[in-house]
């Protein structure tokens, strides 16, 4: 059975200048997250989504409560060994970049490491070959669009070995092609069993890929699901201000008419149980 890889207990968090729990922005947070799993949180802008992730990796510190990473508290002492565990993927990629070149960005944390030349070079084919930036491995970031920097800092975070990758809305700023080679990107990363994934995300595609939906509101936890059972519930998704796909609402319009095919999180079961239903009448 999988164990807790990452373990929030009532964790709660006010940015400074608030002073009292009723402005806290985290909010009394419990949280179990399991080795190889992979997690969207979701929920409308304020509602402490990333902010949480912050805390998981010590980028903000809580004011109570406790974080334990593969079995270690995260404190003062301990943040240096956990944040190497864990990598960040930003919703702006150029927040990432510091070196002239790409090749520069991907050696940056690996040389702070004091990896061997072999290996560092080793990890930065690997990468460039995974995530097929090799060609611009000696560009400028602002010579890349959008979603080859995207790709460009997810290798730079893979090629540290994080066990666990947050990925901060990656896709938000993303056009539909690049967006769909990340997710893609994402789901061969879950495949393969070595990564944990925390999606921070609006989007229904990261959602319905992901293993379990936490969603927030008001820097509380206010459902815990897989996608499937979470997007049956239409006041948490009006909640979380989400848009379903085409294909969950015509699912969700068609009950209301009194045509119950069941919700289909994508459209060929949709068109084969549409065909199922129109055969029977």
């Not at 070995?161 to 080679?181: C, N, Q, W, Y």
């Amino acid at each position: 059975m999988k164990q807790p890889i990452i373990q929030l207990k009532n964790v709660t968090f006010t940015y400074p200048g608030r002073n009292n729990m009723e402005s806290a922005t985290i909010n009394d947070v419990s949280l179990d997250i399991l080795e190889g799993q992979w997690i969207s949180i979701v929920g409308p802008n304020g509602s402490g989504k990333s902010t949480l992730s912050k805390l998981m990796n010590g980028l903000l510190r809580a004011n109570k409560g406790s974080i334990t990473v593969n079995g270690t508290e995260l404190t003062s002492s301990s943040l240096r060994g956990i944040r190497q565990q864990i990598g960040f993927i930003f919703q702006n990629p150029d927040n990432q970049f510091i070196g002239s070149t790409i090749f520069e960005d991907l050696v940056f944390g690996m040389e702070n490491n004091c990896l061997s030349r072999s290996e560092m070079d080793e990890r930065v084919q690997r990468f460039a070959d995974k995530l097929t930036i090799t060609p611009f491995l000696h560009r400028h970031p602002s010579e890349l669009s959008g979603g080859q920097k995207q790709r460009a800092a997810i290798a730079a975070v893979l090629a540290m070995d994080p066990r666990i990758v947050i990925f901060d809305e990656a896709t938000s700023m993303l056009d539909e092609g690049a967006k769909e080679s990340v997710i893609e990107l994402m789901r061969s990363m879950h495949a393969s069993g070595q990564y944990t994934i925390i999606s921070i995300t609006h989007d229904m595609d990261e959602i319905i890929a992901s293993d379990r939906v936490v969603a927030m509101k008001s820097g509380q936890i206010i459902a815990d699901d897989s996608p499937f059972n979470l997007l049956q519930q239409e006041e948490i998704i009006e909640a979380c201000r989400l848009k379903p796909p085409f294909y969950i609402a015509l699912c969700q319009e068609l009950r209301q008419r009194n045509i119950d095919i069941g919700i289909h999180l994508n459209e060929r079961d949709l068109v084969n149980n549409l065909w199922q239903y129109i055969s029977t009448m």
